[in-house]
């Protein structure tokens, strides 16, 4: 793998096109208020250790990746705050290690996994992957991981195996938000077995070359790059294989709103709000949101012959 | 220096417009999250919600607490809650959709937490244009009945609000109890009953302070 310097890969004002730039100027000069909501290009920060590093420039598609800093403080995370301003500093502290992830249920071989052991055993790569929220705003994430399939390959899933059901840590003492009623905690997600062994489908344990910072889900999530962000559950400790669809925590608050498929499908909307554009974060204008998010060759064929409107 | 403003109207204005001046602060000094035009979206929405229920509470503080003051800032609130309503619309046409009317149509005729926006958008401009003197005259008793838009401009912001949140409806519920307890307050029988608790309350506290000092 290439290093490429950070100066480099995360360009201040490369991504802001000639376009984007004058109607930036066009707002500014429009004066003080309307000036407020313009993009300002960010800097990336290097809290310590190495500097965040990543691959490449860009994803496939020649789309920039989001600055360190802005995937760093931009978090729905609400285990430590509905705020997404509020995750990075609540989550300073939170304890990322020791960590112990039980791989169970309908497999042959049930087995419960330290963190480090994960990173060891399994060869790490970065992958870029776009991120697209349930909200409209999107990212592109250089993670560095691992692909579920071969997790799921070491615990062999008997036949009776469908589902797979992710969990996250439950304590209330390094999760602030867990002591929220409103939602029925732990966090948990859900996969079809043959989604899951999909090669996109992803364990996280790092993002742009350093480990997974806490607020993005430290030490270990899932990145389901074709469907809602909310799918790809931070901070698992179980992996459990079922023979039934998992519930997942959105399911359960909102089961009109938040579906068990969760595909990012700009042709079916949220029940409240438009998903057929969305907002990167960084950008001004707003772009059209990409069918699977643009991962419509490796996934489509998953969803063969179903409704997607009746199983969103 | 003599002044007609009373101090309780000067802390309106400069309470009206200190969200302003944090948005602005803000802006200059990159607090406005990586997703900046959400962010002012946010915050314009919520301080025209918050000085709406304000305004709201003026004419109950008066007819209820007997805080003639709050009439003297009552057309205040309400402009400066239709200036942030108007800073939230900018927001959402200009910088979000970049004026795309196809984009803002698709998006309006979707999301009814727009549509509903919109049309407490276009219920509170006849208020905020007839809100001077000049057009107060010029109506004559028309202008209260007019201006009665806003007891279904208020529980419309509100539906908004509720509309947009993911799921949980906890605070946008808050601001629909502040809401609907302000337009109970006008309610004839409502008044008559807190009226009368009132009198009843400082009667006895002037009973209870002359047996003291008896």
């Known amino acids: ?14 991504y802001l096109s000639r376009r984007a730039f004058l109607k930036t100027l066009a ?21 310590g250790g190495t500097p965040p590093h990543a691959g490449a420039a860009t994803d496939e598609l020649g789309d920039a990746l989001t600055p360190y800093e802005s995937i760093t403080h931009y978090n729905n995370f609400y285990e430590f705050s509905t705020d997404k301003e509020q995750v990075a500093p609540l989550s300073a502290n939170f304890k990322a290690s020791p960590w112990k992830v039980e791989v169970g249920g309908l497999v042959k071989n049930p087995r419960t996994y330290d963190i480090d052991d994960l990173r060891k055993n399994f060869t790490q790569e970065e992958r870029i992957y776009r991120h697209r929220c349930v909200e409209a705003w999107s990212m592109v994430m250089p993670w560095v991981g691992f692909p579920l399939a071969k997790l799921l390959a070491e615990v062999e899933p008997t036949s009776e195996a469908k589902f797979v059901r992710f969990e996250t840590l439950y304590d209330p003492g390094q999760f602030p938000g867990q002591n929220d009623g409103y939602y029925p905690w732990p966090y948990a997600e859900g996969l079809r077995l043959d989604e899951a062994m999909n090669d996109l489908a992803l364990l996280v344990t790092g993002l742009y070359g350093k480990d997974l910072p806490p607020q993005d889900g430290a030490p270990l999530r899932l990145a389901v790059p074709w469907k809602y962000g909310f799918k790809s559950i931070k901070s698992v400790v179980k992996i459990d294989l079922v023979d039934v ?15 068990f498929y ?17 907002r990167r974060i960084g950008e001004l204008s707003r772009r059209k949101s990409l069918m699977f998010n643009g991962y419509a060759e490796q996934v489509a064929h998953l969803y063969d012959g179903m409704d997607l409107r009746l199983n969103y | 220096m003599t002044s007609k403003f009373t101090k309780f109207q000067i802390a309106t204005h400069i309470g009206s417009l200190i969200p302003l001046a944090l948005l602005i602060w803000d802006y200059f000094n990159d607090h406005l999250t990586a997703n900046p035009i959400q962010a002012v979206t946010f915050r314009t929405g919520k301080t025209a ?52 009317l196809g984009l803002i149509f698709d998006a309006v005729a979707k999301k009814r937490y727009a549509l509903v926006g919109f049309t407490a958008f276009l219920l509170l401009l006849p208020l905020a244009i007839t809100s001077t003197k000049g057009w107060q005259k010029r109506l ?10 806003v007891y279904v401009a208020a529980p419309l912001v509100v539906v908004h609000y509720v509309w947009l949140v993911k799921a949980d409806i906890r605070q946008p519920l808050v601001f629909g109890a502040a809401v609907l307890l302000l337009l109970l307050a006008r309610v004839p029988l409502f008044k008559g009953a807190v009226g009368s608790w009132r009198s009843r309350w400082l009667e006895r506290w002037r009973r209870e302070k002359a047996e003291q000092g008896a």
């Open chain 1, 245 to 259: 669809m998992p519930v997942s925590l959105w399911m359960a608050a909102g089961p009109n709103e938040y579906g």
């Open chain 2, 49 to 100: 919600l918050v000085l709406l229920v304000l305004a709201l509470a003026c004419t109950p503080l008066n007819t209820l607490f007997g805080f003639r003051e709050a009439l003297k800032v009552r057309r205040a609130l309400g402009l400066y809650a239709f200036f942030y309503v108007c800073l939230h619309f900018l927001t959402f046409i200009w910088l979000d959709y970049g004026l795309d």
């Open chain 2, 140 to 149: 004559g008793k028309n202008w209260k009945v007019l201006h009665r838009l």
């Open chain 1, 27 to 47: 707002i500014v000069s429009a004066g003080a208020v309307l000036a407020a909501c313009s993009v300002k290009p960010r800097a990336t920060a290097a809290p």
């Open chain 1, 262 to 278: 969760a595909n990012v499908n700009p042709a079916v909307d949220h029940p409240r709000w438009s998903q057929a554009t969305e």
């Open chain 1, 1 to 14: 793998m290439i290093n490429i310097p950070s100066s480099e890969i995360t360009p201040e004002h490369g």
